[in-house]
């Protein structure tokens, strides 16, 4: 069977565009294999080449073999012409000859012939460079008639250990990886070269540079497209045997003699197909297989055949004298750490799999790159992994869904553990992308002592391709941008800009904004394979230090008493009918909010210190989960009650309205207050608030938070409210664009942004806690004429969590799947003083780190700043300004 191929080429490469297949009957005598190797010296300038070639021949054909000869040559594709009738004799570098058969006789199991050649000055293959040849090997008869022909792009490069490293072509590069699956959202597991290369695009666009096949080989294709474009690959064996783990009546097939010759059948099919890949610098033996004999004979076989790549396997603990690489997965950074750390292990530690992207995760990946940024050991890792697994699937009323395991009916299944990857089905980048581009970016940026300091991660590309801009930001408005000059710098090697010779030193050091940010962007000159001219590469922003004071203005308050009256049950507080404000004394809290007559709230501010769950919070396969230990305590549930109401006015023209809330379990009845005022077992949180009202609208609330001691860990501390659904324009002054959470907030940039209600969801295929914003400093919802709610951290307290979303936190807890979701008939805020980082060490355990957990037994204590907005209101001059003392 033959396969035919229409080529296009990028960027001087052929990319196949489409293929179809035919039979046909094959010469008698004809090539059935080749290997290509190239050892390089020392210096990498000279790569001695050999080809070994297998023919084989019809038994009775045989007796021509000796008279036939084998010619090799190496083609340099960028002398080549995209013309493919061109002359290619220009780009003709050696003609492999063929080398004498060793002293000896020919090598026992190896029939056919070594050609050989040497290459001067060669152009290596690296991720960063994936610099390719044309390989054509020929077969001809004594005549000098051509009777078959072989070709494939073949790359030189080296791969080797060193101490507690892994070089290639020297260098210690380091794996900046993700795991992949093959899936179509369409058709499954069958492949398209469109969606191969739409994943090598975007891999490449985020600063991924390795793939790590998990858990079988792929499409010969996608081989022949990571060589193209630059991706490292581990190449896995088909070898999984995860199921024996949940028996004690069987042996791991490794441990099994009567399994020996299929597992490694699976292994030199592998090796034996895919050996002339440049792409491929490691072997891996399989997935969860545990470890034993047969593991021992499989890495015994490659490193006979391939001594030019390393092995890989976890299996065993990840530390067998069956892999060349200390590769676990889901390790903790500090176990990480003392295995780097540890004298007796010269191997280096790449994480087969790490941060489980499992809905709204990747909390905690900036921890694992500090540390493999700044240890010699930790050589990088593979995020499990690359895409949802959900496939499209259209219901009866015509709605289309990404469907999960038992969404066809099928049992059993693992319900949505497909879907855990960084990219949607249909490859729509999750919002944690922009963290593993960030701290995936090969040009590092910092600031220390007042010096800029500009590093090329790279190996062997320079920055002579790459244009650096500035942009300086006060208080989220622009003061200057502008590009400026770095000396082209060599791989490995830093720039420092003393700050006071940088473009932008005048502007900073003049500027009275209460917070100023650089932010610093580096960017292609010129197209790539994978992305257009101005395309970012690496960024960061820095908080700069204040060289002048901030003075706030002070806002002058006119003299003319508010009007406070009790209707009901309620308490109205206006001024002049610019706005007005009901305070509802029964549940002490505020129940409506008028600018102009314009309805703000639908419903009142209270305590909130319960989230959705994530797919991290739920995760408890070897102990409670966060959601259960929530459950049980009854954080979703919770009833305020409020005691000790009252409202003043006091002689500065404000009122003062003053409650306490008690939280308990809301299965129970209500308590009367002198049951409230005790130190009852059933009260779960103690919240002492108090609210200030001004004649400018402002109202300041101070809140003191006591949860019950023996509580689990807190999802948030904060408050929520309802807004009016036609609030539906938001602008924030604080981390973004896009979602971001305390421990994923590294790529985040602090800045004024915009969007609608329904931008600000994040429709994770299963629904829970999402679309937050971090460290914002005020935010403000808006309807289509301008008014609105303003609302700011106050005093000492630190910058807040904020969402807002048509979905409530119980809607996104009750649906099981994006499509089910239904709207409210309003917008739920959350304005927090703290939230519990997502996680994503792994998706079974809990592990959001330590310095992202709320616990129970600490006080909070936090002030907000609201306030009613109108068409001509100003967010920053609000956000700017202080309420006199």
């Known amino acids: 069977m033959v396969l035919i191929l229409k080529i296009k080429t990028i960027g001087g490469c052929p990319v196949f565009t489409e293929m179809c297949y035919y039979y046909q009957s094959r010469r008698q005598i004809f090539i059935t294999d080749y290997f290509f190797k190239a050892t390089l010296d020392e210096n990498f300038r000279v790569a001695d080449i050999e080809v070994e070639v297998e023919i084989d021949s019809h038994k009775q054909d045989r007796e021509h073999i000796p008279t036939l000869s084998i010619e090799a040559t190496l083609f340099d594709n960028s002398k080549s012409s995209d013309d493919l009738n061109s002359d290619m004799s220009a780009a003709n570098i050696v003609n492999l000859k063929t080398k004498p058969e060793p002293k000896g006789g020919p090598c026992h199991g190896f029939h056919g012939y070594v050609l050989g050649g040497k290459v001067e000055n060669p152009k290596l293959w690296s991720s960063e460079k994936p610099n390719l040849y044309t390989l054509v090997v020929l077969l001809k008869d004594a005549n000098g008639k051509l009777i078959d022909c072989e070709s494939c792009q073949v790359g030189i490069r080296n791969v080797v250990l060193a101490h507690k490293q892994m070089l290639v072509n020297g260098s210690p590069v380091v794996i900046r990886g993700v795991n992949r699956h093959e899936h179509h959202p369409r058709v499954g597991k069958t492949n398209l070269e469109a969606c191969m290369i739409k994943d090598l695009v975007l891999m490449r666009q985020n600063n991924i540079n390795a793939v790590r096949n998990s858990h079988y080989p792929q499409h010969p294709r996608w081989y022949e497209l990571c060589d193209i474009f630059g991706l490292y690959v581990i190449d896995e064996a088909n070898i999984e045997t995860h199921g024996f783990d949940e028996t004690s009546h069987f042996k791991h097939p490794t441990l099994e003699p009567i399994w020996a010759n299929s597992m490694l059948d699976r292994v030199v099919g592998m090796v034996e197909r895919d050996k002339n890949h440049a792409c491929i610098i490691i072997w891996s033996l399989g997935n969860e297989a545990s470890y034993g004999p047969n593991h021992s004979a499989m890495s015994g076989w490659v490193r006979g055949r391939d001594p030019t790549r390393l092995i890989h396997y976890e299996g065993g603990g990840s530390r067998t004298s069956s892999t060349d690489i200390i590769c676990p997965m889901y390790m903790r950074v500090w176990d990480i750490l003392k295995i780097a750390n540890d004298p007796s292990e010269n191997r280096p530690l790449i994480l087969c799999e790490y941060s489980h992207a499992m809905g709204n995760s990747n909390g905690n990946i900036d921890a694992y790159w500090k540390a493999i940024d700044n240890t010699m050991g930790l050589q990088g890792g593979f995020i499990w992994d690359w895409v949802d697994q959900g496939l499209l699937k259209e219901d009866a009323d015509g709605s289309k869904s990404w469907a999960y395991g038992g969404d066809f009916g099928d049992t059993p299944n693992d319900l949505n553990f497909c879907i855990n990857g960084i990219v949607w089905p249909d490859r729509t980048l999750h919002p944690a992308v922009n963290e593993v581009k960030y701290l995936y970016q090969p040009i590092k940026i910092s600031l ?281 324009h938001v602008t924030w002054y604080g981390k973004g664009p896009f979602e971001c959470y305390p421990d994923r907030k590294a790529a985040a940039h602090v800045g004024v942004y915009e969007s609608s209600v329904e931008d600000l969801h994040v429709p994770y295929i299963v ?61 739920e805020v959350h304005l927090d003083h703290r939230h519990m980082g997502v996680g994503g060490d792994d998706s079974w355990t809990p592990c959001v780190h330590e310095e992202y957990l709320l616990p129970p037994a600490a006080s909070y204590r936090f002030s907000l700043r609201l306030r009613p907005l109108s068409p001509s209101s100003s967010c920053h001059d609000i956000y700017s300004s202080q309420l006199p003392n």
């Open 448 to 728: 220390v002592d007042n010096i800029l300091k500009i590093e090329n991660g790279q190996f062997s590309e320079t920055t002579e391709a790459l244009d650096f801009s500035w942009i300086l930001h006060g208080d989220g408005s622009v003061l200057g941008s502008g590009s400026f000059s770095v000396p082209n710098l060599a791989p490995q090697s830093s720039h420092l800009i003393n700050m006071e010779s940088s473009p932008w030193f005048t502007l900073w050091s003049t500027c009275v904004a209460k917070e100023t940010f650089l932010s610093v962007h580096v960017t292609l000159r010129d197209p790539t394979r994978w992305a257009k001219a101005g395309h970012v590469l690496a960024s960061a922003q820095l908080c700069l230090p204040q060289t002048k004071g901030f003075v706030p203005h002070v806002i002058a308050l006119s003299k003319s008493p508010l009007i406070s009256e009790q209707v009901g049950d309620g308490v109205i507080i206006s001024k002049n009918h610019e706005w007005q404000i009901k305070i509802n004394s029964q549940l002490g809290t505020i129940d409506s909010w008028k600018i102009n007559n314009v309805e703000l709230m639908s419903k009142g501010i209270f305590p909130c210190f319960w989230r959705a769950p994530t797919d991290n919070d739920n995760g408890g396969f070897y102990t409670k989960s966060y959601a259960t230990t929530w459950r049980e305590a009854f954080l979703d549930n919770v009833s305020f009650y409020s005691s000790q109401f009252s409202v003043k006015e006091l002689p500065d023209h404000t009122v003062e309205v003053s409650t306490t809330y008690y939280g308990l379990p809301g299965h129970l009845p209500k308590p009367d207050d002198a049951a409230l005022s005790e130190a009852s077992e059933s009260v779960l949180f103690r919240v002492h608030m108090r609210c200030r009202i001004y004649e400018s609208g402002d109202v300041i609330l101070d809140y003191e938070v006591n949860p019950k001691s023996d509580l689990p860990p807190l999802p948030r501390v904060g408050v929520v409210f309802n807004a009016e659904k036609s609030l539906n």
């Open 767 to 827: 629904p829970g806690e999402c679309g937050g914003r971090a460290d914002v400093r005020w935010v403000a919802l808006k309807n289509a004429d301008g008014f609105g709610l303003f609302a700011s951290t106050h005093g000492e307290s630190p910058p807040m969590q904020v969402s807002a979303s048509y979905y409530g936190a119980a809607e996104l807890d009750r649906a099981t799947h994006q499509h089910k979701l239904v709207k409210g008939d309003d917008i």
